[in-house]
C-alpha cells in the first residue's frame, strides 16, 4: 500500500485529500482494480491502439482468481504499424489534441532526426508491440520487451517527451 509521506497544501491531489479528512469524508480508490481486471482500463486502452493478441504484461498470480487478470496489456499487433500510426491512433482514442511520446535514441539516430524532424523520424519507426499500462508504468512496464510503451505518466519514464 501506498503511504504519504508528507502532508502539503502545494500539491493538488494531497490538498484535496486534506480537504476530504478535514471534513470527514473517507476516500477508497477502485483505480488498480479497475485498471487490472479483463475488460477494465488497460484493455480499454490498448484496444483503441489496433487489432492483435493481448496478454497482462504483469499477470495475477493467484491474487484474484480472474483469469486475464493482471497489470498493465501488452499486444502484438496482428500487422505491424508505424509508431506515426500509433500515436494517430492514440490521440483519436482519448480524443486528444496532443499527446507526449519520447523516441529511443537510436531510433532517432537511424532517421537522422532533429527536433524539428521527429514527426519524420516517427513515421520510420515500426511498431509490432504495445504495451500499456494507465498508470504511471514505470513498475509494470519497466523489463517488458514492447516497440511502444502508452502510460498515464511519462514524467516517471526514461524518455524525452515532445509533442505530437
Known sequence: MDQVSA??????????????????VTVYSTHTSCDCV???VNDWLVKGLG??????????????GIEGAGFGRVMTLASPTTLADIIARCKSHLSLPHVRVGIAMNELAESKADADTVSTAAANVVVKTIAVCAGSGASVL?????????????SELPVRGYRE
Open 142 to 154: 519497466g523489463g517488458v520487451d514492447a516497440d511502444v510503451w502508452v502510460t498515464g505518466t511519462p
Open 51 to 64: 487489432d492483435g493478441s493481448v496478454v497482462p504484461a504483469q499477470p495475477d498470480e493467484g491474487g484474484t
Open 7 to 24: 502532508l502539503r497544501v502545494d500539491a493538488p491531489v494531497l490538498y484535496a485529500g486534506l480537504k476530504c479528512l478535514a471534513n470527514g
Open 38 to 40: 479483463p475488460g477494465g
